[in-house]
């Protein structure tokens, strides 16, 4: 792993596992993820990773109408990276998830590694009253799915949006196996370093929020890429500041945000992305550490720049 002088702090603003009725907090329309994208940059993240939602529901959408609606916007209020999604959700096609990113032609995409049963019916526990019609189903759904990405599908984003446009990847590992699959395609030579490689803990169907399971994950990690690679972490739920404060340690980054937990303590909603950014950022720097800017992440992660975007 590359020992960062700097922590990077990356900021995943809405997602598509929450919905509406779990925080009124989570952002749904475009203004919203726009402001709440650009307060989250003032806290401290250098890189934004943004997913789409119907403005008038809340449902994920792949719409590259409405990521165009705010992806202008953020770029113009802020100098962060922003990161487009091509892992949009569970219910959506190769195509689809791909659309946002091919028309925003952004400097970082996300690229899950993999497969894997990606349960997140434990989040609708809480909830005592669904305010669309869509939103239990969709979470009732989940157990039952399979989040893809087959080796076809992870080769054609790396082709039709890293080599086309020369956008980078945030490689989103949610196992062990992940690494290797990566591995696998930096030997095509079908992606190249530095790798910015996501560990991701705790969701069911993953590699489990466990600070072993971070060693061991950072371990395999260096074996496969050596010093060519950066590690961030995110945990989900309640795991999030506590892994994320480990990665820190072990010269890792780390991603916070609604999209990975609505909760800023035991039981207390974040009232906003900023404020979660604002809390790892306060850890980071009283552990004797410096968050990296905007810029300093590009030179780290050797990305294209923001004036090489489409929007």
């Known amino acids: 792993m590359k020992n960062a002088e700097k922590v990077i702090i990356s900021c995943a603003i809405t997602g598509s596992v929450h919905t509406p009725s779990m925080s009124p907090h989570l952002p749904i329309t475009p203004t919203e993820i ?16 943004l997913h789409a939602r119907d403005p008038e529901t809340g449902a994920p959408t792949p719409s590259a109408d409405v990521f165009m609606e705010f992806l202008p916007r953020i770029k113009q209020s802020t100098d962060a990276v922003i990161n ?4 949009g959700s569970h219910t959506m096609s190769i195509d689809e998830r791909m659309a946002g990113a091919k028309r925003a032609q952004p400097e970082v995409c996300s690229l899950n590694m993999g497969p894997l049963i990606f349960d997140f019916r434990a989040a609708m526990k809480s909830v005592k009253e669904w305010k669309f019609d869509w939103e239990k189903p969709y979470i009732e759904g989940c157990g039952t799915r399979i989040m893809y990405n087959d080796m076809d599908c992870i080769e054609r984003i ?16 949610y196992d062990i196996g992940h690494l290797y699959t990566l591995s696998h395609f930096a030997d095509r030579g079908l992606v190249e370093p530095p790798f910015f490689v996501q560990g991701i803990f705790g969701v069911l169907g993953g ?3 466990d600070p072993r399971n971070l060693a061991h994950f950072q371990s395999v990690a260096d074996s496969l890429f050596g010093d060519a690679y950066y590690l961030s972490v995110l945990a989900a ?15 890792g980054s780390v991603r916070v945000g609604l999209e990975d937990s609505l909760f800023i303590g035991y039981r207390q909603l974040a009232e906003s992305n900023a404020a979660q950014v604002s809390k790892i950022r306060r850890i980071i720097e009283e552990l004797g550490m410096q968050v990296a800017t905007p810029d300093e992440a590009r030179a780290m992660l050797s990305l294209k720049g923001g004036d090489q975007v489409a929007f």
Do not use: P
């Open 34 to 49: 726009a402001e709440q994208s650009i307060d989250a940059a003032a806290a401290g993240a250098s890189i934004l990773h």
């Open 207 to 209: 590699i489990g929020a």
């Open 158 to 173: 790396c082709t039709e949006i890293g080599k086309e446009y020369g956008t980078r990847f945030e490689f989103e590992c």
């Open 84 to 87: 487009v999604t091509t892992g």
């Open 237 to 251: 739920g309640k795991h999030q500041m506590r892994i994320c404060t480990q990665s820190a340690l072990m010269g």
